[in-house]
């Protein structure tokens, strides 16, 4: 896989996404509707960080009919994946961030009370 450092670098410069870097990480899978709710974010907002994070190489995407779901891209490179081990082992030290898994799980257990 060719991965552009900067482009890598670049999608990590910013609060969102990297909020929905978190999601993605710390999940099997994301469904951008989960991510809206637990980041009180627009879905658009939502949609456009994690298609940056794609972009770059950092996660991947599947549709299921009107829904995608994301997660981490096991094929990034080894010095891509060393890099999201460390941002990732930072995001354990912020409140915001255990908030928003909070917030997606109590968003999780909704929907399967509904389904």
Do not use: H
Request: glycine share 4%; with cysteine.
């Amino acid at each position: 896989m060719n991965i552009a450092r900067t482009e890598i670098f670049a999608s990590l410069g910013n609060e969102t996404r990297l909020r929905c870097l978190n999601l993605a990480a710390k999940y099997e899978e994301v469904c951008v509707c989960e991510v809206v709710d637990a980041l009180k974010i627009s879905q658009p907002s939502a949609s456009k960080a994690l298609k940056v994070l794609k972009s770059a190489g950092i996660v991947t995407d599947r549709r299921d009919a009107n829904w995608v779901y994301y997660r981490l891209d096991e094929s990034m490179p080894e010095w891509v994946a060393t890099i999201m081990a460390a941002v990732l082992g930072e995001f354990s030290r912020s409140g915001a961030y255990a908030a928003d898994e909070r917030r997606f799980e109590r968003s999780r257990i909704r929907e399967q009370e509904v389904c």
